[in-house]
Protein backbone atom coordinates (compact mmCIF):
# COMPACT_ATOMS: atom_id res chain seq x y z
CA UNK A 1 0.00 0.00 0.00
CA UNK A 2 3.01 2.76 0.65
CA UNK A 3 5.96 2.82 -1.05
CA UNK A 4 7.55 4.48 1.66
CA UNK A 5 6.51 5.73 5.59
CA UNK A 6 4.79 8.50 3.96
CA UNK A 7 4.06 8.09 0.68
CA UNK A 8 0.61 5.71 -0.96
CA UNK A 9 1.64 3.62 -3.73
CA UNK A 10 -0.23 5.70 -6.66
CA UNK A 11 -2.99 3.04 -7.34
CA UNK A 12 -3.68 2.79 -4.05
CA UNK A 13 -4.16 6.81 -3.96
CA UNK A 14 -5.82 6.61 -7.04
CA UNK A 15 -8.28 3.13 -5.38
CA UNK A 16 -8.75 5.47 -1.95
CA UNK A 17 -9.97 8.29 -3.77
CA UNK A 18 -13.30 6.36 -5.68
CA UNK A 19 -13.52 5.20 -1.67
CA UNK A 20 -13.91 8.77 -0.17
CA UNK A 21 -15.82 9.88 -3.03
CA UNK A 22 -18.40 7.16 -1.93
CA UNK A 23 -18.66 7.96 1.85
CA UNK A 24 -18.56 5.85 4.98
CA UNK A 25 -22.46 5.17 4.44
CA UNK A 26 -22.33 4.39 1.08
CA UNK A 27 -19.28 2.20 1.67
CA UNK A 28 -21.05 0.56 4.54
CA UNK A 29 -24.29 -0.08 3.08
CA UNK A 30 -22.32 -1.62 -0.52
CA UNK A 31 -20.69 -4.10 2.36
CA UNK A 32 -23.99 -5.32 3.41
CA UNK A 33 -24.99 -5.57 -0.08
CA UNK A 34 -22.22 -7.97 -0.84
CA UNK A 35 -23.14 -10.12 2.39
CA UNK A 36 -26.87 -10.17 1.00
CA UNK A 37 -25.75 -11.10 -2.24
CA UNK A 38 -23.77 -13.98 -0.61
CA UNK A 39 -25.79 -15.47 1.55
CA UNK A 40 -28.50 -15.51 -1.62
CA UNK A 41 -26.00 -17.36 -3.79
CA UNK A 42 -25.51 -19.73 -0.99
CA UNK A 43 -21.70 -19.08 -1.10
CA UNK A 44 -20.48 -21.54 1.99
CA UNK A 45 -17.13 -22.63 3.40
CA UNK A 46 -18.18 -25.85 5.40
CA UNK A 47 -16.34 -25.93 8.94
CA UNK A 48 -15.76 -29.38 10.52
CA UNK A 49 -16.35 -30.05 14.34
CA UNK A 50 -18.76 -26.65 14.86
CA UNK A 51 -21.60 -27.83 16.47
CA UNK A 52 -23.73 -24.82 15.89
CA UNK A 53 -23.20 -24.57 12.19
CA UNK A 54 -21.22 -26.75 9.97
CA UNK A 55 -21.90 -24.24 6.87
CA UNK A 56 -20.34 -21.33 7.31
CA UNK A 57 -21.12 -18.01 5.73
CA UNK A 58 -18.64 -16.85 2.99
CA UNK A 59 -16.75 -12.88 4.25
CA UNK A 60 -15.72 -10.41 1.18
CA UNK A 61 -14.20 -7.81 2.47
CA UNK A 62 -15.00 -4.81 -0.24
CA UNK A 63 -11.66 -3.29 0.29
CA UNK A 64 -9.64 -5.79 -1.96
CA UNK A 65 -5.54 -6.53 -2.64
CA UNK A 66 -4.37 -4.22 -5.15
CA UNK A 67 -1.52 -5.65 -7.50
CA UNK A 68 -0.65 -3.12 -10.02
CA UNK A 69 0.17 -4.26 -13.64
CA UNK A 70 3.94 -3.39 -13.41
CA UNK A 71 4.44 -5.76 -10.37
CA UNK A 72 2.32 -9.11 -11.86
CA UNK A 73 4.11 -10.17 -14.87
CA UNK A 74 7.27 -10.36 -12.55
CA UNK A 75 4.59 -12.19 -9.78
CA UNK A 76 2.79 -13.99 -12.76
CA UNK A 77 6.07 -15.59 -14.51
CA UNK A 78 7.45 -16.38 -11.06
CA UNK A 79 4.70 -18.94 -10.29
CA UNK A 80 4.36 -20.27 -13.71
CA UNK A 81 8.33 -21.18 -13.64
CA UNK A 82 7.79 -22.68 -10.15
CA UNK A 83 4.43 -24.36 -11.79
CA UNK A 84 6.76 -26.07 -14.78
CA UNK A 85 9.33 -27.25 -12.08
CA UNK A 86 7.47 -28.74 -9.75
CA UNK A 87 5.08 -30.38 -12.97
CA UNK A 88 8.38 -31.57 -14.19
CA UNK A 89 9.40 -33.28 -10.73
CA UNK A 90 6.19 -34.81 -10.39
CA UNK A 91 6.64 -36.88 -13.59
CA UNK A 92 9.78 -37.65 -12.97
CA UNK A 93 9.64 -38.94 -9.53
CA UNK A 94 6.41 -40.76 -11.24
CA UNK A 95 8.21 -41.71 -14.17
CA UNK A 96 12.11 -42.92 -14.82
CA UNK A 97 13.29 -41.38 -11.55
CA UNK A 98 16.47 -39.40 -13.14
CA UNK A 99 16.40 -37.21 -10.20
CA UNK A 100 16.43 -40.13 -7.61
CA UNK A 101 18.80 -42.18 -10.15
CA UNK A 102 21.55 -39.01 -9.34
CA UNK A 103 21.03 -38.18 -6.10
CA UNK A 104 19.82 -34.80 -6.89
CA UNK A 105 16.83 -35.77 -4.65
CA UNK A 106 17.56 -38.07 -1.29
CA UNK A 107 15.81 -41.55 -1.83
CA UNK A 108 14.82 -41.20 1.75
CA UNK A 109 13.23 -38.28 2.24
CA UNK A 110 11.11 -38.98 -0.95
CA UNK A 111 9.94 -42.79 -0.58
CA UNK A 112 9.59 -42.02 3.57
CA UNK A 113 7.32 -39.26 3.01
CA UNK A 114 3.53 -40.12 3.41
CA UNK A 115 2.58 -38.28 0.16
CA UNK A 116 4.24 -40.09 -1.92
CA UNK A 117 2.27 -42.82 -3.76
CA UNK A 118 3.99 -46.11 -4.23
CA UNK A 119 1.29 -47.45 -6.81
CA UNK A 120 1.55 -44.29 -8.41
CA UNK A 121 5.13 -44.77 -10.11
CA UNK A 122 5.07 -45.99 -13.59
CA UNK A 123 1.54 -44.66 -14.57
CA UNK A 124 3.50 -41.19 -16.01
CA UNK A 125 5.27 -41.64 -19.19
CA UNK A 126 8.50 -40.58 -19.79
CA UNK A 127 9.32 -36.43 -20.17
CA UNK A 128 10.55 -37.09 -24.29
CA UNK A 129 7.15 -38.80 -24.57
CA UNK A 130 4.63 -37.51 -22.13
CA UNK A 131 2.05 -35.27 -24.45
CA UNK A 132 0.68 -33.75 -21.66
CA UNK A 133 1.42 -31.59 -18.33
CA UNK A 134 0.81 -33.83 -15.30
CA UNK A 135 0.25 -31.12 -12.85
CA UNK A 136 -3.08 -29.69 -13.91
CA UNK A 137 -3.88 -27.19 -11.54
CA UNK A 138 -1.66 -25.19 -9.35
CA UNK A 139 -1.99 -22.56 -6.89
CA UNK A 140 0.33 -20.43 -4.17
CA UNK A 141 0.11 -18.55 -0.95
CA UNK A 142 1.87 -15.42 -1.08
CA UNK A 143 2.68 -12.59 1.29
CA UNK A 144 4.77 -9.41 0.75
CA UNK A 145 8.21 -9.75 2.80
CA UNK A 146 10.05 -6.57 4.21
CA UNK A 147 11.64 -5.85 1.40
CA UNK A 148 8.30 -5.44 -0.50
CA UNK A 149 8.33 -7.75 -2.90
CA UNK A 150 5.86 -11.08 -2.78
CA UNK A 151 7.00 -14.44 -1.62
CA UNK A 152 5.73 -17.62 -1.49
CA UNK A 153 4.58 -19.04 1.90
CA UNK A 154 4.03 -22.75 0.47
CA UNK A 155 3.01 -24.50 -3.15
CA UNK A 156 -0.49 -26.22 -3.22
CA UNK A 157 -0.58 -29.15 -5.75
CA UNK A 158 -3.01 -31.79 -3.65
CA UNK A 159 -6.27 -30.45 -5.67
CA UNK A 160 -5.97 -26.80 -4.38
CA UNK A 161 -9.47 -24.65 -4.54
CA UNK A 162 -10.24 -21.47 -4.24
CA UNK A 163 -10.68 -19.65 -8.29
CA UNK A 164 -14.18 -21.16 -7.87
CA UNK A 165 -14.30 -19.02 -4.52
CA UNK A 166 -12.50 -15.75 -6.69
CA UNK A 167 -14.92 -16.05 -9.76
CA UNK A 168 -17.83 -15.78 -7.38
CA UNK A 169 -16.17 -12.73 -5.45
CA UNK A 170 -15.92 -11.01 -9.07
CA UNK A 171 -19.23 -11.36 -9.65
CA UNK A 172 -20.75 -10.21 -6.38
CA UNK A 173 -17.96 -7.36 -6.31
CA UNK A 174 -19.40 -6.30 -9.95
CA UNK A 175 -22.49 -6.02 -8.78
CA UNK A 176 -22.28 -4.25 -5.49
CA UNK A 177 -19.38 -1.69 -6.62
CA UNK A 178 -19.70 -1.28 -10.76
CA UNK A 179 -18.27 2.06 -10.39
CA UNK A 180 -15.15 1.59 -8.36
CA UNK A 181 -14.30 -1.66 -11.24
CA UNK A 182 -14.60 0.83 -13.78
CA UNK A 183 -12.31 3.28 -12.37
CA UNK A 184 -9.54 0.62 -11.45
CA UNK A 185 -9.44 -1.05 -14.36
CA UNK A 186 -9.63 -4.43 -13.11
CA UNK A 187 -7.89 -7.56 -15.25
CA UNK A 188 -10.39 -10.01 -16.28
CA UNK A 189 -10.62 -13.17 -14.96
CA UNK A 190 -12.40 -14.94 -18.58
CA UNK A 191 -8.50 -15.74 -20.10
CA UNK A 192 -7.36 -18.20 -16.90
CA UNK A 193 -11.14 -19.81 -17.19
CA UNK A 194 -10.74 -20.45 -20.89
CA UNK A 195 -7.16 -21.29 -20.98
CA UNK A 196 -8.18 -24.24 -17.76
CA UNK A 197 -11.48 -25.37 -20.41
CA UNK A 198 -9.41 -25.92 -22.89
CA UNK A 199 -6.61 -27.40 -20.67
CA UNK A 200 -8.90 -30.63 -19.66
CA UNK A 201 -10.37 -30.96 -22.81
CA UNK A 202 -6.44 -31.53 -24.11
CA UNK A 203 -6.35 -34.04 -21.91
CA UNK A 204 -9.29 -36.16 -23.58
CA UNK A 205 -7.84 -39.00 -25.25
CA UNK A 206 -7.67 -39.52 -28.83
CA UNK A 207 -8.17 -35.72 -28.85
CA UNK A 208 -11.87 -35.73 -28.78
CA UNK A 209 -13.45 -32.78 -29.71
CA UNK A 210 -15.88 -32.80 -26.91
CA UNK A 211 -14.92 -35.05 -23.94
CA UNK A 212 -17.30 -35.66 -21.03
CA UNK A 213 -15.27 -34.31 -17.82
CA UNK A 214 -16.37 -34.41 -14.33
CA UNK A 215 -15.47 -33.12 -10.76
CA UNK A 216 -14.90 -35.93 -8.08
CA UNK A 217 -16.10 -34.54 -5.16
CA UNK A 218 -16.00 -36.02 -1.37
CA UNK A 219 -19.33 -34.71 -1.48
CA UNK A 220 -21.22 -32.04 0.47
CA UNK A 221 -19.97 -32.63 3.56
CA UNK A 222 -16.26 -31.07 1.99
CA UNK A 223 -15.59 -27.51 3.36
CA UNK A 224 -15.26 -26.39 -0.61
CA UNK A 225 -18.63 -28.13 -1.75
CA UNK A 226 -19.99 -24.80 -2.76
CA UNK A 227 -17.11 -24.44 -4.94
CA UNK A 228 -17.10 -28.15 -6.59
CA UNK A 229 -20.91 -27.22 -7.63
CA UNK A 230 -20.22 -23.93 -8.53
CA UNK A 231 -17.39 -25.22 -11.11
CA UNK A 232 -20.11 -27.89 -11.95
CA UNK A 233 -22.80 -25.54 -12.57
CA UNK A 234 -20.28 -23.10 -14.30
CA UNK A 235 -18.21 -25.04 -16.77
CA UNK A 236 -21.37 -27.62 -17.24
CA UNK A 237 -19.24 -30.22 -15.84
CA UNK A 238 -21.05 -33.51 -14.16
CA UNK A 239 -20.67 -33.73 -10.25
CA UNK A 240 -20.04 -36.73 -9.29
CA UNK A 241 -19.13 -39.06 -6.28
CA UNK A 242 -16.92 -42.21 -6.03
CA UNK A 243 -20.18 -44.13 -6.12
CA UNK A 244 -21.42 -42.85 -9.20
CA UNK A 245 -18.48 -44.20 -11.58
CA UNK A 246 -17.20 -47.35 -11.92
CA UNK A 247 -14.21 -49.18 -14.18
CA UNK A 248 -14.43 -51.80 -16.30
CA UNK A 249 -11.70 -53.06 -18.57
CA UNK A 250 -9.86 -50.32 -17.67
CA UNK A 251 -12.12 -47.71 -18.44
CA UNK A 252 -13.88 -45.47 -16.17
CA UNK A 253 -18.03 -44.69 -16.85
CA UNK A 254 -20.42 -42.25 -15.82
CA UNK A 255 -23.75 -44.58 -13.94
CA UNK A 256 -26.49 -43.23 -15.74
CA UNK A 257 -30.26 -43.47 -16.08
CA UNK A 258 -29.40 -44.80 -19.76
CA UNK A 259 -26.74 -46.68 -18.60
CA UNK A 260 -22.85 -46.80 -18.53
CA UNK A 261 -21.43 -43.47 -19.95
CA UNK A 262 -17.72 -43.00 -21.08
CA UNK A 263 -15.84 -40.58 -18.78
CA UNK A 264 -12.89 -38.81 -20.72
CA UNK A 265 -11.75 -36.57 -17.96
CA UNK A 266 -11.49 -36.45 -14.40
CA UNK A 267 -11.14 -33.15 -12.47
CA UNK A 268 -10.22 -34.53 -9.18
CA UNK A 269 -11.12 -32.60 -6.27
CA UNK A 270 -11.15 -36.01 -3.25
CA UNK A 271 -7.00 -36.22 -2.06
CA UNK A 272 -5.21 -38.84 -4.19
CA UNK A 273 -4.62 -41.76 -1.72
CA UNK A 274 -8.47 -41.74 -1.50
CA UNK A 275 -8.86 -42.17 -5.00
CA UNK A 276 -8.63 -45.89 -5.50
CA UNK A 277 -9.15 -48.16 -2.60
CA UNK A 278 -7.46 -50.91 -4.09
CA UNK A 279 -4.67 -49.59 -4.65
CA UNK A 280 -4.49 -46.70 -2.30
CA UNK A 281 -6.17 -46.29 1.32
CA UNK A 282 -8.02 -49.28 1.42
CA UNK A 283 -10.85 -47.60 3.99
CA UNK A 284 -11.36 -44.70 0.80
CA UNK A 285 -15.17 -44.35 0.38
CA UNK A 286 -14.66 -41.33 -1.56
CA UNK A 287 -12.77 -42.92 -4.79
CA UNK A 288 -13.48 -45.44 -7.33
CA UNK A 289 -12.05 -49.01 -7.03
CA UNK A 290 -9.91 -49.57 -10.12
CA UNK A 291 -9.15 -45.87 -11.15
CA UNK A 292 -5.52 -46.61 -10.78
CA UNK A 293 -5.58 -49.19 -13.14
CA UNK A 294 -7.32 -46.87 -15.85
CA UNK A 295 -4.66 -44.35 -14.94
CA UNK A 296 -2.33 -47.06 -16.69
CA UNK A 297 -4.21 -48.09 -19.34
Known sequence: MYADEEKTRP???????????????ELERRRHEIQR?????????????????????????????????????????????????????????????????????????????QGFLLPCVGTIPSLSSCKHRQLTVYSANLARGPNGRMWVVDDLAQAPSGFGYVLENRTVMTRAMPDIFRETQVRRLS?????????????????KDNPRVVILTPGPLNETYFEHAYLSSHFGYTLVQGDDLTVRDGKVWLKSLDGLQPVDVILRRVDDSFCDPLELLIYSRLGVAGLLEAVRR
Open 11 to 25: YWADFFSSIERLGVE
Open 37 to 113: LLRENGVTYNVYGNEQSQARAWRLDPIPLLISHEEWPLIESGLQQRAILLDLILQDLYGEQHLLKKGLLPVDLIFGH
Open 191 to 207: GFFKAFRQALNHLAPNN
